[in-house]
């Protein structure tokens, strides 16, 4: 029997809902709009649709959003002006610098520049550490969403074996973070397999629940996979397809067709992953806005 899909889209679409209701209460009660600033810097063409989406998450929303487009020969000390006005700017409740920055720039340098309560991406060591530690944060917008996914679609990683393939900052290593922790949604035994893994296929046959993100397209097949397993992709690869018109398509990381003749369930691409990463920066910034996060 063919895998059953995790529909991100919808899943994506629950989540804004609470948010915009929860943010029209927030306005109604207390007279607050929660207001996220963007910061692009260069002309990277993914970086752009990836701000004009969330940017357009924003306006669904009823939030307040500036987008600050800087050109590629922006200094560093420049945009660390910028990034000081917006952490003293009353109605900016979150920060977002699209990453990847210019080389020129210092990524660490930005990221901790930005005041941690403002830190909506979870990219700032202060929150890096209390996601670590367990402790209240703000959690990085794509690994908040694949735990989100999980619960929602019935998968409750309590107890399961999860392997996730990836140790990136920004979701393989936050991934693991937030399921190993001794929570409700979490508890889970976690394993990670990277680059250097030898034989990869030992470890993604121990899952209950696969994380994939690599970044290289169709990387993970079918016949690497546990039996009644469940898929969750986070990679976006534009492979060229001559049947498409645009010449090109969107694949994960893992191949789907393969993995859907094995797997339980799981997530397209499109349509899985990547609509949460905004829903879950939307409820980063709403929760910002009401302080539930720092006081
Ligand atoms: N670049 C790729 N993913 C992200 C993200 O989640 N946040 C930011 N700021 N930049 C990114």
């Known amino acids: 029997m063919p895998a059953l899909i995790i529909d991100g889209k919808a899943i994506a679409e629950q989540i804004k809902a609470e948010v915009k209701r929860d943010a029209e209460r927030l306005k109604r009660e207390r007279g607050i709009v929660p207001g996220l600033a963007f910061i692009l810097v260069g002309?990277?063409?993914?970086?752009?649709?990836?701000?004009?989406?969330?940017?357009?998450?924003?306006?669904?929303?009823?939030?307040?959003?500036?987008?600050?487009?800087?050109?590629?020969?922006?200094?560093?000390?420049?945009?660390?002006?910028?990034?000081?006005?917006?952490?003293?700017?009353?109605?900016?409740?979150?920060?977002?610098v699209q990453l990847p920055l210019p080389k020129h720039i210092d990524e660490s340098t930005i990221i901790e520049a930005i005041d941690f309560k403002k830190d909506v991406d979870g990219f700032h060591p202060v929150n890096v550490g209390r996601l670590v530690l367990g402790h209240k944060c703000f959690r990085p917008c794509t690994p908040a969403g694949v735990q989100e996914l999980l619960l929602r679609g019935g998968n409750d990683p309590s107890g399961k074996h999860v392997v996730v393939v990836g140790r990136s900052n920004i979701v393989g290593k936050p991934v693991m973070n937030i399921l190993l922790q001794k929570q409700r949604g979490a508890n889970a035994v976690v394993?990670?397999?990277?680059?250097?893994?030898?034989?990869?296929?030992?470890?993604?046959?121990?899952?209950?629940?696969?994380?994939?993100?690599?970044?290289?397209?169709?990387?993970?097949?079918?016949?690497?996979?546990?039996?009644?397993?469940?898929?969750?992709?986070?990679?976006?690869?534009?492979?060229?397809?001559?049947?498409?018109?645009?010449?090109?398509?969107?694949?994960?990381?893992?191949?789907?067709?393969?993995?859907?003749?094995?797997?339980?369930?799981?997530?397209?691409?499109?349509?899985?992953?990547?609509?949460?990463?905004?829903?879950?920066?939307?409820?980063?910034?709403?929760?910002?806005?009401?302080?539930?996060?720092?006081?």
Do not use: W
């Not at 009823?62 to 000390?77: A, K």
């Not at 097949?221 to 546990?226: F, I, V």
């Open 43 to 96: 002309e990277d063409p993914a970086s752009q649709v990836y701000v004009r989406s969330k940017g357009k998450a924003c306006e669904e929303m009823g939030f307040h959003s500036i987008t600050e487009r800087l050109p590629e020969t922006i200094s560093q000390q420049e945009l660390l002006t910028l990034i000081h006005r917006c952490n003293h700017d009353p109605k900016i409740h979150g920060i977002l």
């Open 191 to 295: 394993t990670i397999a990277h680059t250097g893994t030898s034989d990869l296929s030992t470890y993604t046959k121990q899952a209950d629940i696969l994380v994939a993100a690599i970044g290289k397209a169709e990387a993970i097949r079918g016949d690497m996979l546990k039996p009644g397993c469940v898929v969750i992709d986070v990679g976006i690869n534009r492979i060229p397809d001559p049947t498409a018109k645009s010449g090109t398509r969107l694949v994960g990381d893992v191949h789907f067709a393969s993995a859907s003749n094995v797997a339980r369930a799981i997530t397209p691409v499109p349509g899985g992953v990547g609509p949460m990463t905004i829903a879950m920066l939307m409820k980063n910034t709403l929760l910002a806005a009401e302080g539930a996060m720092y006081k």
